[in-house]
Structure formats: C-alpha cells, structure tokens
C-alpha cells in the first residue's frame, strides 16, 4: 500500500521558518520527481515546488522562489520543503505528491497524495 505522510505544519509568524517532510512508504519514488502543493479555502490546488528523482533538478513557482527549498533522501524515501520568509498569504494545507511523468506544476498529473499538513502564518 502506497502511502504519503506530511508532517512539520504548524503556526508561525511572518518571517518564519518551518521545514515540512513527506514520508513515502509502501513503494520507492528514487525515479519519481516528487512536488510539492498547497490550497487553501477556496481555491485551487497550487504548485509550490517539484524535484526530479536524482535531485539533480528543482522548479518552483515564482511565488515561492527565493524562499522555499525542496530537497529530498532517497535513502529515507521523504521528500521535504525548507520554508523561510513567511508571509500570510502561504497560509494553506500543504500537500505532498509523486508522479510519473516527469516535471509539471498540474495537479492531474501527480498520482499519489498525502494527506496534507496545516501551514499558518499570522502576521
């Protein structure tokens, strides 16, 4: 059984940090590029960051760039998001996922899913 778990969300002030994981378990994803999402209430599923199977490439929306950082340990099978400099506006569920198909920011093409960890950013 494939399984995704978030983990690291929490409550922090802008300006902040928080460091978010994404634990695989169930299958390998050492070939996988992995991505990062959020959605808030109301709106659609964003893409935050994505990263190829190797590591070797990242791509994040410009909404993030500067700020976040996605990396990943193929040895622990997780998939993790560094983020600084918090703002209000990153307040979202944050979602963990995996595809097949290589780098892309749609949703649709990711394949499994976590079931997400709550970010909130007062100001």
């Known amino acids: 059984q494939v399984q995704l778990v978030e983990s690291g969300g929490g409550l922090v002030q802008a300006g902040g940090s928080l460091r978010l994981s994404c634990a695989a378990s169930?299958?390998?994803?050492?070939?996988?590029?992995m991505g990062w999402f959020r959605q808030a209430p109301g709106k659609e599923r964003e893409f935050v960051a994505t990263?190829?199977?190797?590591?070797?490439?990242?791509y994040y929306a410009d909404s993030v760039k500067g700020r976040f950082t996605i990396s990943r340990d193929n040895a622990k099978n997780t998939a993790y998001l560094q983020m600084n400099s918090l703002k209000p506006e990153d307040t979202a569920v944050y979602y963990c996922g995996v595809t097949n198909y290589g780098r892309t920011a749609q949703p649709r093409a990711y394949d499994y899913w976590g079931q997400g960890t709550q970010v909130t950013v007062s100001s």
């Open positions: 990263i190829s199977g190797s590591g070797g490439s990242t």
């Open positions: 169930g299958r390998t994803f050492s070939r996988n590029w």
